[in-house]
């Protein structure tokens, strides 16, 4: 399929039915006023899967959770993405190219002037020192920025706007 313009020159229409009006063209992408930072991650080579799962799971996730930086820089959501061993082998098996990462963090701000300020904190150097116990620092690698739900309901204090709520409601 070739577009009807040239994209690098801005977005180009293409001839689409929108099933739902949310996702038109004219209704614009509504991003979500909160910052959302993922930080991928491999364990440390010399640390087996199980340390590395329980270490970050419990030690790491609670010292996270009770530093100064966490309540001083509102960070509003903590959420740790375990992939094992085996579901990412569950994954190759049926053709799906798996990140080389084992893990994932991902941590909400209420803007960019807090997500900074938590991360370049005096104090987030204790963060930084327990990482060392399980993971490779050199490897963390970052994705931040604003999300725009398709589908689903908003988090009520978090997010302003839904996506589409019901499932199979495409127009006939």
């Known amino acids: 399929m070739s577009l009807p313009g040239d994209p690098s020159k801005g977005h180009v229409r293409i001839d689409h039915k929108f099933a739902h009006d949310y996702l038109s063209y004219d209704a614009g992408v509504t991003l979500q006023p909160c910052v959302k930072a993922s930080c991928y991650f491999r364990k440390r080579k010399d640390v087996s899967f199980e340390h590395f799962d329980k270490h970050w799971g419990s030690v790491h996730a609670d010292l996270t959770i009770a530093s100064p930086p966490f309540v001083q820089y509102n960070v509003l959501r903590y959420v740790q993405h375990h992939t094992s061993p085996e ?3 569950r ?8 990140l080389d990462f084992d ?4 941590l909400w701000f209420r803007n960019w002037d807090d997500y900074e ?5 005096p104090n987030f150097s204790a963060l930084v020192a327990d990482g ?5 620092t050199s490897s963390i690698t970052v ?17 302003e706007s839904e996506g ?3 499932a199979n409601t495409a127009k006939e």
């Open 87 to 89: 579901e990412k082998a």
């Open 164 to 166: 589409v709520t019901k």
């Open 91 to 98: 994954l190759a098996k049926i053709g799906q190219n798996v």
């Open 117 to 121: 300020k938590f991360f370049t904190a």
């Open 103 to 106: 893990g994932c963090s991902t």
């Open 132 to 136: 060392d116990l399980f993971m490779d």
């Open 143 to 159: 994705y931040a920025g604003h999300d725009m739900i398709a589908f689903g309901n908003a988090h009520p204090g978090i997010d």
